[in-house]
């Protein structure tokens, strides 16, 4: 009974320490929240010292003090399938906000219903993280909120859950919808939440002007509010929030000096305009090597602005591998800004050389993987997919990014590898302890239940002899001895 008794207790040890063991190998479980605010500029969160939620971000998180390096063309569609993919526009095949395919023979206008659910736009060899998300865990869902590329199949897979930019939602419906999808009787670990401030109220009135701080106050009440709905569902602890943008934003003045009228230099019947302001995309179509050449003598006197051929774009600029890209290029000098046909401009824009400091996006980022007050000066968006695989325990799919030095934000992860590395060593030998503490005393109990089997088999047999000589009934051949010898 006791060898027993102590045999369930160590088996109950062991098993404990293999629960233990479990859960030191389990995958990473905490969720990631992507949150872009659209044309939210690197420098914005400076404009004002209570941005009590932005503020709280950096300090508890990590940030980078420069903002981050977007890809060109600086504009929405492009940037926000960069950061979900982590290719550079030329691979991911989404280069404007509109874009002519040769091939489909078609347009594409990125902010069309139809257009943002057409697979074919968008499933051209980039995998947008809700899809790598879902692709190799069949336990991981992921949801997208407007954010551009979420409405289409890419690779055969639909995010789990998805809600149109067309919506018709506030703000805060939209908060409301996706902590919905957190605590979903089928969750996702996996949010993408896409917001079109402040880049709406920058093109209305410029980046610089009141009406731009108005609304970045608005979007910090707006973080706050994501706060206090996650920590309401107890979500806040585990999750980690990354926010960012796409782009930043610049001043056009609307004077005829910074204005670049196209028809000064170009008939509006020579050529077709697909990327607009501020960097115009020329086609011309149908195809004409005559005519190109034409079109490109003209645009090339036009000051204040580069312009280019395809085969000519620089090579940094990653933007001239790929059918979808226009076979000019008219790039403004920053603050100007094109005309065509007589379109107006807007007070502030976007679009321009990614090189530019204002074109720059900001990134924060908190929660359980990063470490508080953690900084670097920049980075390149393309680095944010690995980021969020890393963050998933998940393998990226082919692209450009790299860890070197987002990694730098992030809790030491080597540290604790080799602190799991530890444990297991610890569990490992802790078990061979108690086997062999087990081994030992069955032993002993074996002992003393061979010499207690000895004890008993010895007193048998000595009572079996007493019983023999003294108690044993008479034969009859002993009470006939005794007659025959009275006789």
């Known amino acids: 009974m006791y060898l027993f008794s102590m045999k369930s207790a160590v088996q109950s040890f062991i098993l404990f320490i293999f629960c233990i063991f479990l859960s030191c190998s389990a995958k990473n479980t905490n969720r990631v929240l992507l949150i872009s605010f659209d044309g939210f500029r690197w420098d914005y969160i400076h404009r004002a010292n209570n941005l009590t939620n932005f503020h709280r971000m950096i300090s508890d998180g990590g940030w980078a003090v420069k903002g981050i390096k977007n890809t060109f063309l600086t504009k929405t569609l492009p940037n926000h399938y960069t950061i979900a993919t982590g290719l550079y526009e030329e691979s991911h095949g989404i280069v404007g906000n509109i874009m002519y395919d040769p091939v489909l023979n078609s347009t594409f206008h990125g902010w069309l219903d139809k257009d943002a659910r057409d697979s074919r736009w968008w499933d051209n060899g980039g995998e947008p993280i809700w899809v790598t998300n879902q692709k190799q865990d069949t336990q991981h869902r992921s949801g997208v909120l407007a954010w551009p590329g979420g409405l289409a199949v890419v690779k055969g897979v639909l995010a789990y859950r998805t809600e149109s930019a067309f919506d018709g939602l506030t703000k805060k419906e939209r908060v409301d919808k996706i902590i919905e999808w957190f605590t979903d009787e089928y969750p996702i670990n996996l949010g993408l939440y896409y917001e079109e401030e402040p880049d709406h109220t920058g093109h209305l009135f410029g980046p610089d002007s009141k009406e731009v701080l108005s609304m970045i106050f608005e979007l910090d009440s707006l973080l706050g509010y994501f706060f206090d709905k996650l920590e309401d569902n107890d979500l806040l602890k585990t999750t980690n929030i990354i926010l960012t943008s796409d782009h930043g934003m610049t001043s056009t003045p609307l004077d005829a000096e910074h204005k670049i009228n196209l028809d000064d230099y170009v008939r509006v019947d020579s050529y077709s305009i697909t990327s607009k302001n501020p960097v115009a995309g020329i086609d011309i179509i149908p195809a004409s090597k005559e005519l190109e050449d034409e079109v490109f003598k003209n ?189």
């Open 299 to 487: 645009l090339s006197r036009i000051p204040h602005a580069h312009v280019y051929r395809t085969k000519d774009i620089p090579r940094q600029y990653h933007y001239g591998n790929n059918r979808r890209i226009p076979m000019i290029i008219v790039e403004p000098e920053e603050h100007y800004w094109i005309s065509f046909n007589g379109s107006a401009g807007v007070l502030g824009e976007h679009g321009y050389n990614n090189s530019l400091a204002s074109m720059h996006p900001f990134f924060i980022a908190m929660g359980p993987d990063f470490k508080p007050g953690a900084k670097v000066d920049t980075f390149n968006n393309v680095d944010i997919y690995p980021l969020m695989c890393t963050l998933l325990g998940l393998k990226p799919a082919p692209n450009n990014g790299s860890l070197d030095v987002v990694s730098q934000l992030l809790i030491d992860r080597e540290g604790s590898d080799s602190t799991t590395f530890g444990a297991y060593i610890l569990i490992l030998l802790l078990i061979a302890l108690v086997g062999g503490l087990f081994s030992v005393a069955a032993c002993q109990v074996h002992r003393q239940h061979k010499r207690q089997l000895r004890s008993i088999s010895s007193f048998s047999l000595l009572h079996s002899f007493r019983y023999s000589k003294s108690d044993r009934m008479p034969l009859m051949s002993d009470s006939s001895e005794e007659e025959f010898g009275d006789s």
